[in-house]
């Protein structure tokens, strides 16, 4: 295949031929206007064509607008012909488009897609949901913008995941090409896409004291005041939130042990048990493990965390070196963790284990994944081994909540820095890594922010806040 650049007559042929099968009658653009703009210089009209029997056959055409500022390449309109449709051109079309604008140095590619939430109908809203997948699959990232133009509302994505908080500026440098300026006030506005936050807290939201700082706590309260909802998803079991944060989950959302609860106003809203048999497997291997290496034991059950007394007096003998204080204010004691298991086995919301032994915690780990059903593992930590129900995570009850208060996935930011938020950020339309994460959780992520040394979560919902007061 081969890309270059369309002459009049060809792009007067799509015009009239193609055009109005590929969009709705009020997204094209009188073709005066697009010739005109093609003039200038700012306006790129590409087809990619194939040689199919001797013969070029146009495969695609893409229409784009370079920006006033030569900094970013908006892509008006793409589309692959209906008749090769579903068998891969799409995505080789797309990666042809970027690599041009990559010889070109044109800047970062971005483009507009129609909010699901507004979709006429279910099948609409899922039309529009595969088509931010597809861009997603071929290297774009949502943002945390939306732009109204002409009263239809838009998401916008950007191929460059850097500069996920810089592309408004870019939008407005393309539609100071497009739009008169009259018109560029009046019939177009950018805003945040998002309605709500779900952060992680340990070494995510919070600082290294275990706290909210000032900053963080300002921003994130100023978030709630413009309608930005709050959900709280920790590992934590509900009854060791820190008060700050428990404070705010009675006026907002909490998804806690690992996504086994859910919490809306400070009341459980759902709640979700270990099997029986499985909490007493996990009872015999932990028995079992303990006859081999140091390691120790805590439930969750009720929004409480419990432990063993010798993990609660010397929690740096398992690889809580820092957490002593945590542990002992967070935890309570129990004489036989054996036998409160036995007698809560019914009841139980997670189960960790705890081992600074790397070598043997990992062939415990796989022990349990190969032999015991019914669980999910997960870690926030390297020492810890946490489990959960079969299916029950933080993405998970992401979208349980989600779906239950109304909120779309590209309507939701998320924060976190563990294993165990990975599958929180995939689903949320952002997610954002703190810079102190593990590797799995920055690769689920969009972004990457700075660390919760560096206040990474309120620098970022800040300039969410500055997007907000610009309107």
């Given at each position: 295949m081969?890309?270059?650049?369309?002459n009049?007559?060809?792009?007067?042929?799509?015009?009239?031929?193609?055009?109005?099968?590929?969009?709705?009658?009020?997204?094209?653009?009188?073709?005066?206007?697009?010739?005109?703009?093609?003039?200038?210089?700012?306006?790129?009209?590409?087809?990619?064509?194939?040689?199919?029997?001797g013969?070029?056959?146009?495969?695609?055409?893409?229409?784009?607008?370079?920006s006033?500022?030569?900094?970013?390449?908006?892509?008006?309109?793409?589309?692959?012909?209906g008749?090769?449709?579903?068998?891969?051109?799409?995505?080789?079309?797309?990666?042809?488009?970027?690599?041009?604008?990559?010889?070109?140095?044109?800047?970062?590619?971005?483009?507009?897609?129609?909010?699901?939430?507004?979709?006429?109908?279910?099948?609409?809203?899922?039309?529009?949901?595969?088509?931010?997948?597809?861009?997603?699959?071929?290297?774009?990232?949502?943002?945390h913008?939306?732009?109204?133009?002409?009263?239809?509302?838009?998401?916008?994505?950007?191929?460059?995941?850097?500069?996920?908080?810089q592309?408004?500026?870019?939008?407005?440098?393309?539609?100071?090409?497009?739009?008169?300026?009259?018109k560029?006030?009046?019939?177009?506005?950018?805003?945040?896409n998002?309605?709500c936050?779900?952060?992680?807290?340990?070494?995510?939201?919070?600082?290294?004291?275990?706290?909210?700082?000032?900053?963080?706590?300002?921003?994130?309260?100023a978030a709630?005041?413009?309608g930005?909802?709050?959900?709280?998803?920790?590992?934590?079991?509900?009854?060791?939130?820190?008060?700050?944060?428990a404070?705010?989950?009675?006026?907002?959302?909490?998804?806690?042990?690992?996504?086994?609860?859910?919490?809306?106003?400070?009341e459980?809203?759902?709640?979700?048990?270990?099997?029986e048999?499985g909490?007493?497997?996990?009872?015999?291997?932990?028995?079992?493990a303990?006859?081999?290496?140091l390691?120790?034991?805590?439930?969750f059950?009720?929004?409480?965390?419990?432990?063993?007394?010798?993990?609660?007096?010397?929690?740096?003998?398992?690889?809580?070196q820092?957490?002593?204080?945590?542990?002992?204010?967070t935890?309570?004691?129990?004489?036989?963790?054996g036998?409160?298991v036995?007698?809560?086995?019914?009841?139980?919301?997670?189960?960790?284990?705890?081992s600074?032994?790397?070598?043997?915690?990992?062939?415990?780990?796989?022990?349990?994944?190969?032999?015991?059903?019914?669980?999910?593992?997960?870690?926030?930590?390297?020492?810890?081994?946490?489990?959960?129900?079969?299916?029950?995570s933080?993405?998970?009850?992401?979208?349980?909540?989600?779906e239950?208060?109304?909120?779309?996935?590209?309507?939701?930011?998320?924060?976190?820095?563990?294993?165990?938020?990975?599958?929180?950020?995939?689903?949320a339309?952002?997610?954002?890594?703190?810079?102190?994460?593990?590797?799995?959780?920055?690769?689920?992520?969009?972004?990457?922010?700075?660390?919760?040394?560096?206040?990474?979560?309120?620098?970022?919902?800040?300039?969410?806040?500055?997007?907000?007061?610009?309107e």
């Amino acid at each position: 295949m081969m890309i270059r650049l369309l002459n009049k007559e060809e792009i007067a042929e799509i015009y009239h031929k193609k055009m109005p099968q590929d969009f709705a009658k009020g997204e094209i653009k009188p073709l005066e206007r697009i010739l005109m703009l093609r003039e200038s210089g700012k306006y790129l009209c590409y087809g990619i064509f194939e040689y199919l029997n001797g013969t070029e056959k146009m495969v695609s055409y893409c229409f784009c607008v370079t920006s006033e500022a030569k900094d970013a390449v908006l892509l008006d309109y793409f589309a692959v012909s209906g008749d090769i449709r579903g068998k891969g051109y799409g995505s080789r079309c797309f990666a042809m488009l970027k690599e041009e604008i990559r010889k070109k140095e044109l800047g970062n590619l971005i483009l507009e897609v129609e909010n699901p939430r507004f979709g006429i109908d279910p099948w609409d809203r899922e039309l529009r949901r595969r088509r931010i997948a597809f861009y997603i699959r071929n290297g774009m990232t949502l943002t945390h913008l939306r732009i109204f133009l002409y009263d239809v509302e838009y998401l916008v994505m950007t191929e460059d995941s850097g500069q996920l908080f810089q592309t408004a500026d870019q939008i407005y440098h393309t539609y100071q090409v497009l739009l008169k300026p009259d018109k560029l006030k009046s019939k177009l506005s950018i805003s945040t896409n998002i309605r709500c936050i779900a952060t992680d807290l340990d070494r995510t939201i919070l600082n290294e004291q275990g706290k909210l700082s000032e900053h963080t706590t300002k921003v994130i309260k100023a978030a709630m005041e413009n309608g930005i909802g709050l959900i709280i998803a920790s590992g934590r079991a509900y009854d060791t939130l820190p008060a700050e944060i428990a404070e705010i989950a009675k006026t907002q959302y909490a998804i806690t042990s690992n996504g086994a609860v859910v919490s809306q106003n400070g009341e459980c809203i759902r709640r979700s048990f270990l099997k029986e048999d499985g909490a007493e497997a996990l009872l015999k291997e932990y028995l079992q493990a303990k006859e081999r290496f140091l390691i120790t034991m805590e439930v969750f059950w009720q929004g409480r965390a419990y432990c063993d007394k010798e993990y609660y007096e010397h929690p740096e003998r398992f690889g809580s070196q820092k957490a002593a204080e945590y542990v002992r204010t967070t935890r309570n004691a129990v004489d036989d963790m054996g036998g409160f298991v036995k007698e809560h086995k019914k009841e139980l919301e997670s189960i960790s284990f705890i081992s600074a032994q790397k070598d043997e915690r990992e062939k415990l780990k796989q022990k349990l994944t190969n032999e015991i059903k019914g669980i999910s593992i997960t870690s926030s930590i390297e020492h810890l081994i946490e489990i959960t129900p079969e299916g029950v995570s933080k993405g998970t009850s992401l979208k349980w909540l989600l779906e239950q208060i109304g909120i779309e996935p590209e309507e939701c930011l998320a924060f976190g820095d563990g294993d165990n938020d990975a599958d929180m950020l995939a689903y949320a339309g952002i997610g954002i890594a703190v810079e102190n994460a593990s590797d799995t959780a920055k690769n689920a992520a969009n972004y990457v922010t700075k660390s919760h040394k560096s206040e990474g979560v309120g620098i970022v919902v800040e300039e969410i806040l500055q997007i907000l007061q610009k309107e």
